[in-house]
């Protein structure tokens, strides 16, 4: 026999396909398991479950047209034996039976987490437990049943390893490949064949859309989380900056007078030494007065991008991962399982059908991969503006997952006085020049620390760097009491809503209270 153009263009989109998502889950997988936070969530030991499966799925389906039992005639590629054949079909048998539960499983956690607002730990409890459970003894179950009874052979098609019986295609056309053989039993196929490649696929996808529906129903439509903020907000921020600019400048000193009047008041004379002391006071008022407005200006383009505070965004985060997931789930195994329906039916599918299934049912690792780290991708690319999706990608991968941090500077500005005392360090000293009216100015050095030749600073902290010469604004790292949008987006991998819902139901309380 000979293999026909579609057999091969099959084949080589299974193989490329496979290979290419094996290599993303192993990535996923890697980032998950070593890098911050390891397995410490219920989210990421799901996403690493899924991803196990997936490497699973992924390298049975790129390696089974090598694996196949060179004996049997569909199988023009092949270079193995039985023994090879029962490993591709095992792993295969895992992957596309376990992916699909745990896909089914992540859109269960996001209905607890989203709608009942379970805590990590009873969710571990009361619902990751006895689901692992299930699914690990639904697998070992049918799988050793398999072994032993040796299932585990060429499909019809000689392109992976199945549950089948003996010689392959004999079901189908007994006069060309002959009559099955009793061991293994066709009806016991035949059952495990329904239970994992029609049921199983069919009843998750079926659980994962109605979940999906349902939740966006009550979150998106009752809770309109996405709804943006009506502009009276914004308009409260604008005249708050307006008036603090405002009643600072009726306080300074006309503009003429400090560039003008500068040089001639540095003079050595008692009167020019006063005039010198108030420009600088001015100076340092006109900095603080930029500091507290850049916190205005923050506030209120958190307001804009995320509906006022960051527990909401972080809903509206988990609620577009959410829905991505699914579509991941829906795009991958859809194909399949239309095309095990048709089969039971006893139809062909058609040929467009057939290619989309093999391209799109080994891929579901790239889509997982860059749904997974779109949060920290997109916070890289609010960090640091210009920078394409690509490149973003490729940045936040390169960094084990993790979105990149970046130091800003907002004002670069000469000090307002000449510096001939030593870079204040945290904890060691607290030095406040006699130039500066408390009153007028925050004392930053409270807040600042110096690392070898830079600093690093708190959120709302501004600082002046000694060795650069320039003053700095940074933004603030992500963590669990994260009130910045970015922040609260950029740790959506590791913290999930538990800290951010204790701080909101504090708030609450607090104001239940008359606080």
Known sequence: MVASQVWIKSVALQVSSGAVSFICSSTLAYMIKFKRNGLQTPYRRLIFAISVAD???????????????????????????KHTCRLDGLLLALGSTASPMYSSFLTIYYYCKLYKKMHNQSFAQKVEIWINVFILIFLVTTNTYALGTNSFNTSRGGQFCVYAVTPSGCRQQPDLYGEC???????????????????????????????????????????????????????????????????????????????????????ASPRGESTAKRLSNVK?????????????????????????????????????????????????????????????????????????????????????????????VRVT????????????????????????????????????????????????????????NSEDVEDISKKCRYVGSSMELSMDNAAFNHCSQDWYYVK??????ADNVEDAIAGIHHNDLDAIDEQQEGNEEAEDEGW
């Not at 989380?225 to 008036?243: G, H, L, P």
């Not at 095309?339 to 040929?351: A, E, H």
């Not at 690509?390 to 307002?416: H, T």
């Open 284 to 376: 340092i008022r006109g900095i603080a007065r930029f500091i507290k407005n850049q916190r205005l200006r923050i506030r209120g383009s958190i307001i804009d991008n995320s509906n006022e505070t960051a527990p909401n965004a972080y809903r509206q985060e988990m609620t577009v991962q959410l829905i991505l997931y699914c579509c991941s789930f829906l795009l991958s195994f859809l194909p399949f399982a239309i095309i095990q329906v048709m089969m039971l039916m006893k139809t062909f599918p058609t040929l467009p059908l057939y290619y989309a299934m093999k391209t799109l049912f080994p891929l579901q690792g790239l889509f997982n991969i860059i749904i997974f780290i779109r949060p920290a």
């Open 181 to 267: 053989k009793s061991s293994p039993d066709p009806n016991a196929i035949a059952i495990l064949n329904l239970l994992t490649s029609v049921f199983i696929p069919v009843a998750c996808l079926m659980v994962s859309v109605v979940l999906l529906s349902f939740l966006l129903w009550k979150i998106v439509l009752n809770e309109k989380i996405f709804t943006t903020r009506s502009t009276s907000a914004r308009n409260e921020i604008a005249n708050d900056v307006q008036n603090e600019e405002q009643s600072e400048q009726e306080k300074d000193l006309p503009k003429e007078s400090i560039t003008t009047n500068i040089k001639s008041e540095e003079t």
């Open 476 to 481: 603030g790292s992500e963590g669990e009491n």
């Open 55 to 81: 490497m699973m799925q992924s390298i049975s389906l790129a390696l089974g047209p090598y694996l196949n039992n060179s004996m049997e005639a569909q199988a023009f590629w092949a270079i193995g034996n």
């Open 381 to 436: 690319r609010m960090r640091r503006p210009g920078i394409s999706w690509i490149k973003a990608y490729y940045l936040v991968i390169k960094n084990g997952g993790e979105s990149l941090q970046e130091r800003s500077p907002v004002l670069p500005v000469l000090p307002p006085i000449p510096i001939d005392y030593p870079s204040v360090q945290f904890g060691v000293e607290n030095y406040v020049s006699p130039w500066i």
